[in-house]
T-cell receptor, first 114, second 114 residues
Framework: EDKVVQSPLSLVVHEGDTVTLNCSYEVTNFRSLLWYKQEKKAPTFLFMLTSSGIEKKSGRLSSILDKKELSSILNITATQTGDSAIYLCAVEAFRAGNNRKLIWGLGTSLAVNP | GAVVSQHPSRVICKSGTSVKIECRSLDFQATTMFWYRQFPKQSLMLMATSNEGSKATYEQGVEKDKFLINHASLTLSTLTVTSAHPEDSSFYIC??????????FGPGTRLTVT
């Protein structure tokens, strides 16, 4: 059965800290891994990773995929209170009939205290 | 770009009535839209995949007759919760795929059934 596991489930840090969120997966016919940030409403897209070892960066956020280890990390440096959110990891897999399916992790709830 | 809207954002209805939720891709055409359900402090649960002009593909355990999905155009998909019951109260989120891998989410609809 396909599964995506995120760790830790929750994390509390102080402003300025650096955090690393983990996502591991066991998915058949892997296509891509995606990171999303969810605050009070629907998730917003952060990164899509398809190739192993290539870091993607956006401001203080960065992410990298390790296909050998079947995992990805999301780093946030110099955290701010506005980074407080649930970070969701999802893996897209190919399915029969040229379909694709997203398998979601449970998310990591990050709280950044001032 | 890649904006997805949902309407209504919040709805309260009485048990036994039906509720329709609209999902629109505002600045792109989406051949595929997805409907999710999210319970408090839980991850997204995919309900169905909606392809324009064809029947939706429902995930296991999701009642097709209860959650009617219509994807009549490349920019609009609707989810109708028929004969709603209090246990259907939840946060319903749609997403649309602009390009392979990337999904953009609507802001979600909070349904409360009394």
């Amino acid at each position: 059965e396909d599964k995506v596991v995120q760790s830790p489930l929750s994390l509390v840090v102080h402003e300025g800290d650096t955090v690393t969120l983990n996502c591991s997966y066991e998915v058949t016919n892997f296509r891509s891994l995606l990171w999303y940030k969810q605050e009070k409403k629907a998730p917003t897209f952060l990164f899509m990773l398809t190739s192993s070892g290539i870091e993607k960066k956006s401001g203080r956020l960065s992410s990298i995929l390790d296909k050998k280890e079947l995992s990805s990390i999301l780093n946030i440096t110099a955290t701010q209170t506005g980074d407080s959110a649930i970070y969701l990891c999802a893996v897209e897999a190919f399915r029969a009939g040229n379909n694709r399916k997203l398998i979601w992790g449970l998310g990591t709830s990050l709280a950044v205290n001032p | 770009g890649a904006v997805v809207s949902q309407h209504p954002s919040r709805v309260i209805c009485k048990s036994g009535t039906s509720v329709k939720i609209e999902c629109r891709s505002l600045d792109f055409q989406a051949t595929t839209m997805f409907w999710y359900r999210q319970f408090p402090k839980q991850s997204l649960m995919l309900m169905a995949t909606s392809n324009e002009g064809s029947k939706a593909t429902y995930e296991q355990g999701v009642e097709k007759d209860k959650f009617l999905i219509n994807h009549a155009s490349l920019t609009l998909s609707t989810l109708t919760v028929t004969s709603a019951h209090p246990e259907d109260s939840s946060f319903y989120i749609c997403s649309a795929r602009q390009a392979p891998g990337e999904q953009y989410f609507g802001p979600g609809t909070r349904l409360t059934v009394t």
